[in-house]
């Protein structure tokens, strides 16, 4: 793999580049981020791999990055390409902190960028303009004018569908469904771009900021990109006080945040069983609204 990756680099730079050195800076669920470096040139990029099976949700990732540039850290790229069971994109320079956790300020600025990008969006539906990722599952983005509808059916409705093809048996798809939409039926947030998977596990810590490199794009209400993050870091108040600073949360957003978190946790859930208990608590919370 990595003999295949040199040589691409050095067709793309018309120069000789030898990896001596490859340093792992972040796993995800399904990618790889390295550091590789020509010690010799006194050149190194950052390069992330993903297998081949991957090949669509890879390249709606990568295209995704670049919409949300003007607003997230997002490092430019200068290569793709694929090995014999990989994919693989290699960014321009950029100075990425190893084994370092982000600090208050970090936190803080991260908050106000995505409070900026939560405003700029143009759309006036929920969705997108095709289907994306959710780690290894597929995110339906079907355009839809209610929000009610489009969380409730597509989201929950979805992935209850989906643990229930696995024989995990929650509770009754349709009266969950039912249950959320009558909750957000009076909610009629604006469309924000949202990243869609803002968790401190998916952190490069840079010299230019934090850069979220694994994404999962669509049009929503913006408490939903929030809910991901204080579901799993609860310790949040840095990116909430700059988030809060920047635009300020609608009435009621506290409760819809125990009803958003369902989402995130039965994400989670394909991966990490012992999550049931909470997804089931989570359930109990939200019928008790």
């Known amino acids: 793999m990595w003999q295949s990756i040199t040589k691409q680099i050095s067709e793309c730079m018309d120069a000789p580049f030898t990896i001596e050195k490859h340093q792992l800076l972040l796993n995800t669920s399904d990618s790889s981020y390295y550091r590789i470096t020509d010690q010799k040139h006194v050149i190194s990029f950052v390069v992330r791999i993903t297998p081949k099976s991957l090949a669509a949700k890879f390249d709606i990732l990568t295209r995704n990055l670049a919409l949300m540039a003007d607003w997230l850290i997002s490092p430019k790229i200068i290569l793709y390409g694929t090995t014999s069971d990989q994919c693989f994109v290699v960014f321009q320079p950029f100075d990425v902190k190893e084994n370092t956790q982000p600090l208050p300020d970090e936190w803080y600025e991260l908050g106000k ?21 959710i780690f290894e599952q597929i995110q339906p983005n079907r355009w839809q004018k209610n929000w009610a509808s489009f969380f409730s059916e597509q989201r929950i409705g979805w992935q209850l569908q989906l643990h229930e093809e696995k024989g995990r048996h929650l509770i009754n798809i349709a009266d969950m469904t039912s249950v959320i939409h009558r909750l957000l039926h009076h909610h009629h947030p604006e469309p924000s771009l949202l990243h869609g ?7 490069l810590v840079t010299s230019a900021g934090l850069f979220l490199p694994d994404n999962a794009c669509y049009c929503g209400d913006r408490e939903l990109d929030l809910a ?23 009435q009621g957003f506290e409760t819809r945040q125990v009803i958003y978190a369902l989402y995130p946790l039965l994400v989670q859930l394909h991966n990490n069983p012992e999550l049931e208990t909470r997804v089931q608590h989570h359930i109990a919370l939200i019928l008790a609204i």
């Open 228 to 250: 991901w993050l204080t579901t799993f870091s609860p310790d949040c108040d840095d990116f909430m006080r700059g988030y809060t600073e920047t635009w300020r949360l609608p």
């Open 197 to 203: 998977q803002l968790l401190a596990d998916n952190i």
């Open 113 to 133: 960028c995505f409070a900026r990008m939560h405003q700029r969006c143009q759309q006036g539906m929920y969705g997108w303009e095709e289907d994306t990722f």
